[in-house]
């Protein structure tokens, strides 16, 4: 399955968009803040095969929410996949 | 893991139960190669297991970070290295913040190598899965 991919793009006052084809999240400019991709890439040690794993992470004052598939996580934790 | 320089993955040259002290094997150099460019940057490049060793007792693998490459060799002890299964999500080894642009290798190298002692079990250990992870916007 492909990972997820968002467009990340900000606004002149500061907020900032993620955008999918199946998915927008945007974070108001209320605070510090920042959007990016977290990405993991799994190699099992016996065949050499590779798996990419991606995150959508949407961050304000501290709080981040993770877009992992359809699933959303919100948590202060700095999460790996 | 295994007693060659190569990355072929197959049985050959497999690793050797000591009757006593360790066998070594050879090193593999891991680095993240970037073959798009990103929009804007890669950063905040990590290296993880799953926290748990399947291998079994007296199997043990190791993992060091490296900045400049040097010819993998076959190791002569863990000086150095870290037990890998400390390294896990929550507690992850840095290979670099960052940030890193263009394509091309980035960050430092993760260095892995296997020990067997005399207690290892014979056969072929349970396959492992190490993740490497970035940020990227």
């Given at each position: ?81 | ?26 090193e593999k150099w891991l680095r ?83 020990e067997v002692l005399s207690t ?15 940020d990227e916007i």
């Open positions: 399955m492909t990972p997820m991919h968002f467009d990340i793009s900000q606004d002149a006052d500061g907020a900032r968009h993620a955008v999918s084809p199946d998915l927008a999240i945007t974070v108001l400019p209320d605070g510090e803040s920042r959007m990016f991709h977290r990405n993991a890439i799994k190699k099992n040690s016996a065949t050499g095969e590779t798996t990419h794993l991606r995150a959508l992470v949407a961050e304000l004052n501290g709080v981040r929410l993770y877009a992992i598939g359809g699933h959303f996580i919100l948590t202060t934790q700095d999460l790996y996949l | 893991m295994k007693n060659a320089d190569n990355a072929t993955v197959d049985n050959n040259n497999p690793m050797v139960i000591p009757p006593s002290g360790s066998d070594f094997s050879f993240l190669n970037v073959t798009v460019a990103p929009s804007v940057q890669l950063s905040n490049l990590k290296f993880y297991t799953d926290g748990t060793s399947g291998q079994g007792t007296g199997v043990k693998l190791w993992a060091k970070a490296v900045a400049s490459y040097a010819t993998p060799a076959e190791a002569t002890g863990t000086s150095g290295y870290t037990d890998a299964f400390t390294y896990n999500s929550g507690a992850a080894l840095s290979l670099g913040a960052g940030p890193f642009t263009s394509t091309g290798e980035k960050g430092d190298h993760a260095v892995l190598m296997q290892a079990t014979q056969g072929v250990t349970p396959s492992e899965t190490i993740t490497f992870s970035y």
